[in-house]
């Protein structure tokens, strides 16, 4: 169900000197030389949301997109990336993989000057997520950069606010759009951090992989309480797990949106050892293999990084054979020396779901024929063929896992909103996850 959203003041061409005193008359003007105002500004966080949506604007530069700039993967766009790949002779997914944007980036740097013109407009920053709205943010920044020349930067400010039913009065938000190139942006990096809200907690939403070395991400995460990533949309999740180790061992809090997509996976393989006589054969555990959606590990590779914490596995080696399913095994010591060997495999699959990456299936088992503990987790809606034709499947324990209600970034963004205080499980799985891709 959406929320209607009421504005205060549409968005409004502004030089950025001018930000704050036209913020400043939206809430006078609310007054009016009343005694009680019908809007109140918002007071629960600020929000910096860096919105590259390289992609669209890379489509629309190579002629493939004709809508707007608007960051939503809606079916325009997946349209426009099905014909991309079909014009340069990529798999056919719809979705933007690391081959598909190397592609799009090598064929736009071919480009002249003069080519490198397109006409569609970019309304990024207009739209409001309804879950986050609900949230009642105090100020929403939204960077985006553009490609072209680079001309300053560009401000605009409007003000929302969602229409709660047991509220007689409106709690408004903030919203300052800023646009100009990456490097543009960069110049104006302490305007960015000056506009958060003092005294406020404060959240980056970085809908773009890590970089310590960008100046503008760095100052970010000093001036941030918390640094929201999604690592389901990285190029390179196993470059990028180890930058986001190193952030959190600065003490940079990091949250991973992809991260809690695992919930339903990590809440399943729980309750299947919460028995009594199921719990002892845990420690017979000496093979555990993930299948992943192909496309991105990050899933497969967290929640083996999550499983290992939990039963103190340590890497020790990390072999890829390649093949048609990318296999990579990884072999742990228990603190009793045992070995485990553990594997995953990245499934192809003709119909891809909206998150890249997506478990499809685990399988934990024992060279042990008498340990009792083989247990097979399904996906709900792709199954795991692969994982139960092994032997011995008959006699394994077998569970579908239903995946989240909602696993868009938007919905888990509110969650993680309401979340003030580290994730030490998270940590420590990341902490472990980097271990293994240190061995590679």
Known sequence: MSTTLVALQQPKDISLGEIEAELNKIWLSQSGGKSASIATRAATFSMVIYEPEEFQQLLAGLGFYKGEIDGINGTAAREAIKEAQKAYGLPITGRVDS?????????????????????????RGFSISDVIADQNPCRVITLCPTFGEDTGVTAQVSAY????????SLICCEYITLRGTKEALERVSDVVTSLMIPDLPKFVWWKATPNPEQELFARLCKTSNCIILDSSYFSDSESEFLKMQELVED???????NWHRLSAWQELTAATFDPPERRASLSQIDTITLDYEKGNPAQALMFLGWFASRLDWQPTTYTKTGGDYDIIHIKFTTPNDKEILAELAAIPTADYGEI????????????NPNAGCCTILCSETTGCMRLESGGNAQSCHTEQVSALSDQKAEYLMAQQLQRWGREVLYEESLAITAEILKLR
């Not at 890249?356 to 060279?367: I, T």
């Open 251 to 257: 003490k940079t809090y990091i949250a991973d949106l």
């Open 356 to 367: 890249p990456g997506d478990l499809v299936g685990l399988r934990l088992d024992s060279s």
């Open 161 to 168: 606010c969602p229409v709660q039913k047991k509220q007689s």
């Open 99 to 123: 081959e598909t944007l190397a592609k799009l980036r090598s064929e736009w740097a071919t480009k002249s000057p003069e080519e490198k013109q397109f006409s569609n407009i970019d309304v």
